[in-house]
């Protein structure tokens, strides 16, 4: 049995339900092709990696979209914030004895196999990974045992969740990742080509 999960959240792609933020700048229907685009990235990068795959998602469970049955485990998330609805993933994956769990969003262009990899390689020497933001929170949680202090007290979605995250880590090895740049703003869009005719 392979011992690695890797979770992925993803919100279900409904106009005017996700990439709020950026819809400001777009648009509803402009903001909802986007998410879709960055899905569609995150499927592609994750089919590669070595390890049991579980999408969660944000509404209802959908079938023949692009997370494929032959690669991925599809869940529904549960809980009343972010934190707790990630606190519950990993907790299911831990009780059905991965060694191993990350977690990464669905908003991140940067975010490659090799990146995923190498944190399960650093969980190996290290009790838990976290990818930094620059928005100031994460895109990448890898833990081999559960911190519930992780998920509590956070002002999701705010420029302290990295910083306050650390701390709950005091007294165990963290390895820390390169930060990399999240989708939430028009601007986030900026370095990227295929995006070029909305500026």
Request: charged content about 30%; proline content about 2%.
């Amino acid at each position: 049995m392979i011992d690695r999960a890797l979770i992925i959240f993803t919100r279900n792609p409904e106009l005017g339900k996700c990439k709020t933020r950026l819809a400001k700048s777009v648009g509803d229907e402009e903001a909802l092709k986007i998410y879709k685009y960055l899905l569609q990235h995150t499927a592609n990068v994750v089919k590669k990696v070595n390890a049991e795959r579980f999408v969660f998602y944000s509404e209802n469970i959908q079938e023949n979209d692009i997370w494929e049955d032959a690669f991925f485990h599809k869940k529904l998330q549960h809980g009343n914030d972010l934190g707790e609805r990630m606190q519950n993933a990993f907790e299911a994956l831990f009780s059905k004895k991965f060694k191993k769990i990350i977690i990464v969003g669905s908003d991140l262009l940067d975010l490659d196999e090799k990146t995923i990899e190498k944190t399960y390689h650093k969980l190996e020497e290290s009790d838990a990974v976290i990818g930094p933001a620059e928005d100031g929170g994460y895109y990448l949680l890898g833990m081999k045992s559960l911190n519930k202090k992780v998920f509590k007290n956070k002002d999701w979605g705010s420029k302290t969740v990295l910083k306050q995250t650390k701390k709950d880590f005091f007294g165990q090895s963290l390895y820390v990742l390169e930060t990399l740049n999240d989708i939430d703003y028009l601007e986030d869009l900026k370095p990227y080509k295929k995006f070029n005719y909305l500026f």
